[in-house]
Every structure is written in structure tokens, then in C-alpha cells.
């Protein structure tokens, strides 16, 4: 383990190469890029620094913390640097994606436009084809199309006509039917709109119950039991599904608020920056009067403190 730098006797005005050396040498920032080639991670980063516009960025501490950094470029090359604190939001991401990925349900979201924003492993195993990816950005129709044309029996309808019929109930506000795959397994569909006006979709393997269903007919037994356990099934899924929608949308509104808090920081910095540049440039002026003795003679004494004004007045004008 490096042992942690003495900063103490740094000069307060480092450039950006020597503070990011610094915080790497004391173990102050995480990350595999950083362990594995450190001085390209600090060549990354101060290209980022170089682009006028830079998008802001989240770095990992060791401590666990997460970090949102800003960066905004002044006038004369200075630079104002903002730290927000994202841990909540990140550690509710990442519990809301474990959630997702550890469901034995196929889910898949998508956005206002039909798009696909995400699925789980479980939906693409179910879908997968070796010609077609499911990525972000597929349209409900073409995974439609991959279902019919390679995975799911389409009873007396032809393909096309099956994937009109199932297009039509998905833009319902709610959907519920049973789907056959070729290999025998039956899945329940369920489909609702979320907050937002996107559609979340789930599919269930309810093979086992369907089998206990037929089971049960042939013997001439009651339907009442695999009713209620299909309501109940039902009654978990919708639940499931309300609480994952809600986590998205918790998501979106917090990553609005941290955007709005930046940009607000943004136009206050800019103001304090214009306000303090007017008053300091009086005062340089004025120095520079007194040094040229325009109003008079002020004195050997006296003319030796006027670097004592107009020096310090320059550098926080340059800074603002």
C-alpha cells in the first residue's frame, strides 16, 4: 500500500495534473482504470477538463461515496469546479437493476415511443436468436416479429396477423393473456402503462400451474385452487411491477433535481464573477493614479504601498 502524501507543505495553487496525482497517491479515488493505468486516467480526465462544454461526470471515492463532478471554464483559463454528492441516487440505481437482473420473470421496458429502454437477461434468453440482438432502442414490433417468427406459437393466425393482434392489446393500458412457446412452456403476459407513459412488460413461466390446470380437468376436479393461485400470482406480479416503475421514476426525478442544482450553482457563479470584476478594476485604476501622481505628489512611503492595492486587486480580477 503507498504510503499517504504529505500535502501540508503543497503550494495552494497546483495545476490539475499534480491534484490528481495527489488524490491518487492517497487512496482518495477508486475505480479499475485507476489501479490498473493510472496515468491515463489522469490523461482522460484532463481532456475532459479541456472542452468548454464538458458533461459532468461521476467519480467513485474509496470511502464508498459517490461524487458528481462540474467543471466550468472562466475567463483568463481559471476554473470553477463543483462536487455533488449522488450516493443515495446511485445506491437506489443499483438496487433497483439488481432487482431487475435477479427476477426470474422476463421484464422489459419500454419508452413513450415503443422503444426498448431495458430488459433483463431473463427476456433476452427467452427472445434470443443469433441474427437479432435486443438492445436499447428496439422497437415492441420488432421483438414481436422475433417472438412469432421463432419462439411462440401463433395458433390459427398467421404471423403477421398474430403480431398485429398482440401490437394492438400491448398499447392498452393493461394486458393480460397467456402466450404458448414452441418447446411447450406456457407464459403469462402482463402489461401495464407506467407513470411516465412508457410500457412495462412481464412474462411469466406459469407452464407448472397450466399442467396442474389439465391435470386437474382430466380428473375431474375443481378449477377453483389453480384460480386462486393464478389471482394470487396476479396480485404479485401487478405489485412487482408498480414498485420497479416507481423506482425508475424516483430515479428520473432525482437526476432532474441534481441537473436543476447545477445549473443554478452555474448562473451564481457567473454572477459573482461579473459583480466582483467592476468593483476591482476601480480600484486598480485608482492605484494606478496614485502610482502615476496625477493628483499629486504622494511620497516615497507612500508610493511604495501601492503594490499593496493594485497587485492583489489584479489577481482576484483575473480569478472572477
Known amino acids: ?27 482518495e479515488i477508486a475505480g479499475p482504470d485507476i489501479v490498473k493505468d493510472p496515468e491515463s486516467w489522469i490523461a482522460n480526465r484532463l481532456t475532459l ?18 461524487i458528481r463532478i ?4 472562466l475567463e483568463g483559463g481559471s476554473t470553477i469546479r463543483m462536487y455533488t454528492d449522488i450516493t443515495a441516487s446511485k445506491v437506489g440505481e443499483y438496487r433497483f437493476l439488481s432487482a431487475v437482473e435477479d427476477s426470474q420473470d422476463a421484464l422489459a421496458f419500454w419508452d413513450q415511443r415503443d422503444k426498448l429502454i431495458m430488459r433483463n437477461d431473463a427476456f433476452e ?9 435486443l438492445l436499447p432502442g428496439v422497437s415492441c414490433v420488432e421483438a414481436l416479429r422475433i417472438a412469432a ?7 390459427d393466425d398467421e404471423p403477421e396477423a398474430w403480431i ?8 392498452l393500458p393493461d394486458n393480460r393473456e397467456l402466450w404458448r412457446h414452441r ?6 403476459v402482463n402489461e401495464h402503462r407506467s407513470r411516465d407513459g412508457g ?9 407448472e400451474v397450466k399442467e396442474n390446470e389439465r391435470a386437474m380437468i382430466e380428473r375431474g376436479t375443481t378449477l377453483s385452487g389453480t384460480v386462486h393461485q393464478l389471482e394470487m400470482s396476479k396480485s404479485m406480479f401487478e405489485k412487482q411491477s408498480a414498485e420497479h416503475v416507481h423506482a425508475l421514476e424516483k430515479l428520473a426525478v432525482a437526476k432532474a433535481e441534481l441537473e436543476a442544482a447545477n445549473a443554478s450553482r452555474s448562473r451564481f457563479l457567473s454572477i459573482i464573477s461579473h459583480e466582483l470584476r467592476t468593483p476591482m478594476n476601480a480600484i486598480i485604476g485608482f492605484s494606478e493614479i496614485l502610482k502615476s501622481e496625477m493628483l499629486g505628489p504622494i511620497g516615497t512611503k507612500n508610493m511604495s504601498n501601492t503594490p499593496a492595492i493594485s497587485s492583489p486587486a489584479a489577481s482576484i480580477s483575473s480569478r472572477s
Not at 434470443?128 to 440482438?133: A, I, K, L, R, V
Open 164 to 171: 398485429q393482434e398482440r401490437l394492438r392489446r400491448h398499447l
Open 125 to 133: 434468453a427467452l427472445l434470443f436468436t443469433p441474427e437479432e440482438n
Open 1 to 27: 500500500m503507498k504510503k499517504p502524501v504529505d500535502t501540508s507543505s503543497y503550494n495552494t495553487r497546483w495545476d490539475t495534473t499534480d491534484l490528481l496525482r495527489c488524490k491518487i497517491d492517497n487512496n
Open 149 to 155: 417468427e421463432c419462439h411462440f406459437r401463433c395458433g
Open 49 to 66: 477538463r479541456r472542452r468548454d462544454m464538458a458533461e459532468p461526470f461521476d467519480e467513485r471515492l474509496t470511502d464508498g461515496r459517490w
Open 70 to 73: 462540474s467543471e466550468r471554464m
Open 199 to 207: 410500457i412495462v412488460t412481464r412474462l411469466s413461466d406459469v407452464t
Open 183 to 188: 418447446d411447450g412452456r406456457w407464459f403469462l
